[in-house]
């Protein structure tokens, strides 16, 4: 599915640690907010958040991190753009080294990022209710919406809704669900990374996982949540180290060279974590080997894309709340395009014509970023279902000391 750190001075580190995004009055909150990805705070003194995530009224709103915002913005636009070059690959060399140099870190990026702000998820009644709000009740809105529109757009009356499989996109969501209700486990195991791992290979020798709630992702993509979880202020403000931009451009040079010679030689599925080596016509064993090698390349092009990433606020910065509604948006667009062959048309395939397409879809997930969109789908990407919800005994005696009388 990121790269920069926050403002606060050129040596400074990134420190949500002083407030979390959901609640402003925890010093060491870091819960993530409706788009499933971490809303940090900014350096004192930065504009504030248009909003109280929390819902208090009276308290001071969670400032944003820039670096945060901004990393997720270009992660986005990265996902679209891989989406839009998936139809060019087969005739396009370069555009299937780009996919998949692309889809070597963008989703590992988001989802590190994504652990990192549920360190303290701890099953608490108001976390839960905010996971149940901006995990849970988007996946069903989407998936329902995507349900409707893959039976219209692509004239398949037989595509059956199915809460239990994912289709599309939505599976992130319900991977975010089950990775964040995990956090309690990693807190309490000796070497999380190394088990987390092992998971991870182990599923990828594991052909009979199945397709519920899309599970092959979750176990494969785990590694990258725990990492986030373990992952401190100081690591960031590593990255921000000179020498590590100077040494992630050759990494990334050679991931392209690699990516290029691997176009013909390796099947593309080991990308996307969603099979297992079986699945893919390999031997068992090589599902281990791929599960570490990719791992590590990951990684890599990770804290290289992640060292690179503005520090400043920019033009982009107020999109990265966004991109939750971006991801999801764009979906219909990437899936529309083929339903209705916008690719069929020669010029598409021209080199200017994959340009074009990168151009459009990295505009058109920028727009659905746009405040105005996500203000507009609130109601489905961050409902506050009160009527659903009971109230926790300490929020009840709150109400009966503030109650007039």
Known sequence: ????????????????????????????????????????????????????????????????????????????VLVAMGHAWEPLTDQSRTANALYLT????????????????????????????????TVVAPYIAFEIAYTVFKRWADDDPGHQLSLLDPWYLTWFLIALFVWRVSTPLWRVVRWPVPVSLGIAALASVSPNIGDDFDLQRVLQFLPFFVIGLRARPEHFQLMRRREVRLLSLPVFAAA??????????????????????????????????????LFGCSMALTVGFLSWVPRRRTWFTVLGAGTLCGYLLHGFLAKGSRFWGWYDAPWVHEPYGQVVVTLVAGGAVTLMCTPPVRRALGFALEPRLAWAMRKDAAEVARERVHSPG
């Open 256 to 293: 392209l060279v690699v990516a290029w010679w691997a176009v013909p030689r390796m099947e593309t599925g080991w990308l996307y974590h969603s099979s297992s080596a079986q699945e893919l016509g390999a031997p068992w064993w090589t599902g281990p080997v791929m599960t570490f090698a």
């Open 102 to 133: 692309v889809y070597a870190f963008h989703m590992p990026a988001f989802i590190l990022i994504s652990g990192y702000f549920s360190r303290n998820f701890d099953m608490s009644p108001a976390r839960v209710r905010k996971l149940l709000t």
């Open 1 to 76: 599915m990121i790269n920069s750190l926050r403002p606060s001075g050129r040596h400074s580190a990134p420190t949500p640690s002083a407030t979390g995004p959901d609640r402003t009055t925890t010093p060491t909150d870091h819960s993530e907010p409706a788009d499933g990805v971490p809303t940090p705070r900014t350096r004192r003194g930065g504009p504030p958040a248009t909003s109280t995530p929390s819902g208090d009224a009276g308290k001071p709103a969670a400032q944003r991190d820039p670096f945060f915002d901004n990393a997720k913005y270009l992660a986005i």
